[in-house]
C-alpha cells in the first residue's frame, strides 16, 4: 500500500518556468490538499479538493493552479514561477481517520 | 473560524526530560484532535488521535495527548524524551461537519539533547 506518492521529489527552476507537481493516492480518499511549508511559517493550504473534478482555493493559492480530473490525482501546477515559489510542497489525502501525508517536493526557483 | 495555537515555537531538551507541547483551539462545537509528527527531512506522520471517549490517548513511541474540553486544549506529553524525539510536532482540528479538511497549528520544533 503506497498511499500518498508525490513527484518529482527535487526541482530547481528558473524565474519565470513552469512545471506541474505529480500526487496520486491509492486509498480511494475523497479529500486531496496541497501544502507548503516555509521555516516558521506551518503548513499552509495552496488548494483542496472534495472530489473528482473539483477543486476549491486555500490560504495561499495566488501562482497555483490545480485540477483533479481523477480520484485518484491531483495536480499542482505553476505557471510562471517565482522565488517566492521556494518551499517544499506537501501533498496529502484525508478520511475520517485523518491525513495521510506524501513525502513532499522540495522546489527551488532561481 | 476554527484555529489553533501551538504556543511553544521551540523547545530543547535534554534526554530523559518530561515533554509537554501545548496546543489549543477555537471552535464551541465537537472535534477531533490529532498530533502529528515531522522527522528532520520526512514528512507528517500521525501519532495520535482523538475522536471521542476517553479523554487521554495513547500513541505511538510513548506519546500521550490529554483532551481537556473545559480548557479546548489537547496537550502532547511524554514522560522521557529521547534523543531520536528531534523533530517538529504539529496539532490538528477537524470539526466533523462533513469535511474532512483539517486545521493545522504552525508546529513546534523540539531538540532533544544527547
Known amino acids: 500500500n503506497a498511499g500518498v506518492t508525490q513527484t518529482p521529489k527535487f526541482r530547481v527552476l528558473k524565474t519565470g518556468q513552469s512545471m506541474t507537481l505529480l500526487c496520486a493516492q491509492d486509498?480511494?480518499?475523497?479529500?486531496m490538499y496541497w501544502y507548503r511549508q516555509d521555516p516558521g511559517m506551518g503548513l499552509r493550504l495552496i488548494h483542496y479538493?472534495?472530489?473528482?473534478?473539483?477543486?476549491a482555493k486555500g490560504e495561499v493559492p495566488d501562482g497555483y493552479n490545480v485540477s483533479r480530473l481523477k480520484k485518484q490525482n491531483f495536480l499542482l501546477g505553476l505557471e510562471s514561477a517565482a522565488p517566492s515559489q521556494t518551499s517544499v510542497y506537501f501533498c496529502a489525502s484525508s478520511s475520517y481517520e485523518g491525513y495521510t501525508f506524501g513525502s513532499g517536493t522540495r522546489l527551488t526557483v532561481v | 473560524a476554527q484555529s489553533v495555537s501551538q504556543h511553544n515555537h521551540h523547545v530543547i531538551l535534554s534526554e530523559a526530560a518530561s515533554l509537554e507541547l501545548g496546543c489549543n483551539y477555537s471552535?464551541?462545537?465537537?472535534?477531533?484532535l490529532f498530533w502529528y509528527v515531522q522527522y528532520p527531512g520526512q514528512h507528517l506522520q500521525l501519532l495520535l488521535k482523538?475522536?471521542?471517549?476517553?479523554?487521554l490517548v495513547k500513541g505511538i513511541k510513548g506519546f500521550e495527548a490529554e483532551f481537556i474540553k473545559s480548557k479546548f486544549s489537547f496537550n502532547l506529553r511524554k514522560p522521557s524524551v529521547q534523543w531520536s524525539d528531534t523533530a517538529e510536532y504539529f496539532c490538528a482540528v477537524n470539526a466533523p461537519s462533513g469535511t474532512y479538511k483539517y486545521i493545522f497549528g504552525t508546529g513546534t520544533r523540539l531538540k532533544v539533547l544527547a
Open positions: 471552535y464551541g462545537g465537537t472535534v477531533n
Open positions: 482523538y475522536f471521542s471517549g476517553d479523554p
Open positions: 486509498m480511494n480518499h475523497e479529500y
Open positions: 479538493s472534495v472530489g473528482e473534478g473539483t477543486t
